[in-house]
């Protein structure tokens, strides 16, 4: 975000560049970040040495791994809270309506 805030245009180029839909860009460096991923995110052709291709893949199959196993889990957890809910030592205590309080009869020592 630093870098960004501290991005500076010309307003009167920004706005005729707009018109003509161009793209601006502060540097180079932003230009060339932005062509990649353009051509990166744009393109639909596997790449076996692409490591973001990988990691699109390796994120789809922990994706449908984790739906499968929040049903898996999900049924085991519904079975395991009927069977408690059908147990006596599963429900809750009974609560006293009348509370009682102890007190002392002797008094603290102070240490003078």
């Known amino acids: 975000m630093a870098l960004e805030e501290a991005s500076t245009f010309n307003l009167e180029e920004v706005i005729n560049n707009t018109k003509n839909d161009q793209l601006i860009f502060e540097n180079l460096g ?12 744009h393109t639909k052709d596997f790449d076996f040495f692409n490591a973001f291709d990988w990691i699109v893949i390796l994120a ?4 449908i791994l984790t739906l499968i196993l929040v ?42």
């Open 30 to 41: 932003h230009f060339v970040m932005s062509d990649l991923l353009h051509n990166h995110f």
């Open 60 to 63: 789809v199959v922990c994706g």
């Open 71 to 112: 049903g898996i889990v999900q049924y085991k957890v519904r079975t395991l809270f009927t069977l408690l809910a059908a147990t006596r030592s599963a429900q809750a205590q009974e609560f006293s309506k009348h509370l009682t309080f102890k007190t002392t009869t002797t008094m603290p020592e102070t240490v003078t």
